[in-house]
Nanobody, 120 residues
Framework: QVQLVESGGGLVQAGGSLRLSCAAS????????MGWYRQAPGKQRELVAT???????NYADSVKGRFTISRDNAKNTVYLQMNSLKPEDTAVYYC??????????????WGQGTQVTVSS
């Protein structure tokens, strides 16, 4: 019943911006940590940014100063504002909900991924 729906991916030129969003739907009471991960062709999946329910954030060094993660706890939605995009940001971006309370039990959920392509 629970799913994470991502949107906002697409093709953008270097230096441009995109905003990703991910809404968790279903019988979710709250989510401890929401985040974004990405996987480029031939590379391992890596953490991009996370945000706790209290608003504490952390970022990969490669995106610090360019990306901003935020969330709406009431809507169980997480956002990723991506500015000054570089070709090396090209990847499939995955939304993650870690520590999601669903009917009294904690779960971890992943979205299906959304493609972000940055042209040079």
């Amino acid at each position: 019943q629970v799913q994470l729906v991502e949107s906002g991916g697409g093709l953008v030129q270097a230096g441009g911006s995109l905003r990703l969003s991910c809404a968790a739907s279903g019988s979710i009471f709250s989510i401890n940590i929401m985040g974004w991960y990405r996987q480029a062709p031939g590379k391992q999946r890596e953490l991009v940014a996370t945000i706790t329910s209290g608003g504490s954030t952390n970022y990969a060094d490669s995106v610090k100063g360019r990306f901003t993660i935020s969330r709406d706890n009431a809507k169980n939605t997480v956002y990723l504002q991506m500015n000054s995009l570089k070709p090396e940001d090209t990847a499939v971006y995955y939304c993650n909900a870690n520590g999601a309370w669903v009917r009294g039990v904690l779960y971890d959920y992943w979205g299906q991924g959304t493609q972000v392509t940055v042209s040079s």
